[in-house]
């Protein structure tokens, strides 16, 4: 089974954009999008996809399942898109965020795609309670698909961190049973919502949580780390969007702090804030077999 490799044109407009990340956040994120896109055209799609199944009523509540024939028992990655709150689409071209499950396939495990709520329409904690959906949801389907609902597995990148991270942190809104999750990925993840002066992205914030600052807080993972948060892998890009390093090295000190155990975590050298993600089921997919080890780790 034949991956793509990242070419060297691309690597060449990483190196270029990374330095000048902020500068262009959004033209900077569609070049990354549209570069890898016509890599990942050729990496290999094993299994099939069960497209857009309702988990609620309204029409961005729902989720693809991406698996394969004959598996049974395997642990489900739930991926949550980034977009800034505001935008995003599980689907923002043919191949992402496929790739993101088209890898969880490969390795033996369920890939969901999940698209929720947006800002404004959607206002904190709408997408919290998304997520909490999804999960149920997955809970009661997944073994007809060969999962196992006992291993559910939360995945963010970006402002799909932020939800994610909502859900798997703060046991209000958790089942008289528990969370449901196993534990919890963050790539790239805003695990802090704030409208600091650095962060060029805090009118999206506002559009969620209006200028609350205590909503802002309640929705941030970090305000709810305990000794018992589920576990996490926690990674970052070299060039992120402003303050996306420094809250995640935040998160990381603070479970550090309260569970006297560093979580696993990571740093991608060269790569930016989309690239992290983008570069998932390519021969140089420095993310994919983190997940997999943290996934199969002994408990």
Request: net charge negative.
């Amino acid at each position: 089974m034949t991956l793509p490799p990242i070419p060297s044109s691309l690597w060449q407009a990483i190196d270029e954009v990374g330095p000048r990340w902020a500068t262009d956040i959004r033209n900077h994120a569609m070049r990354m999008v549209d570069g890898f896109s016509a890599i990942l055209a050729n990496a290999p799609k094993v299994g099939e996809v069960h497209k857009d199944i309702s988990y609620g009523a309204h029409a961005r509540q729902v989720l693809d399942v991406y698996a394969r024939a004959g598996v049974l028992q395997v642990p489900v990655v739930i991926f949550a898109h980034g977009g800034a709150l505001i935008d995003g689409h599980k689907d923002r071209t043919s191949e992402i965020h496929a790739n993101v499950c088209w890898f969880m396939t490969r390795h033996d495990m369920i890939g969901i795609n999940l698209e929720y709520r947006l800002a404004p329409e959607a206002k904190y904690p709408d997408v919290t309670q998304d997520v909490a959906a999804a999960v149920r949801w997955t809970r009661a389907n997944i073994a007809r698909f060969g999962g196992d609902p006992t291993q559910i597995y939360l995945f963010g990148h970006s402002a799909g961190a932020l939800h994610v991270g909502s859900y798997a942190y703060d046991r209000r809104f958790h089942p008289e049973d528990g969370s449901g999750v196993a534990g919890l990925i963050v790539l790239s993840g805003r695990v802090r919502a704030e409208t600091l002066p650095d962060n060029p992205l805090a009118r999206n914030v506002i559009a969620y949580f209006g200028d609350d600052q205590d909503a802002m807080a309640q929705g941030s993972m970090v305000t709810h780390v305990a000794p018992d948060s589920v576990p996490t892998l926690i990674g970052v890009a070299e060039y992120e969007n402003p303050l996306i390093d420094v809250h995640s090295a935040e998160l990381i000190h603070r479970i550090a702090q309260v569970q006297r155990r560093a979580p696993p975590f990571f740093s991608l050298t060269r790569h930016n804030h989309m690239s992290s993600m983008a570069q998932i089921n390519t021969a140089d997919d420095l993310v994919g077999p983190r997940i997999v080890a943290f996934v199969r780790r002994p408990t």
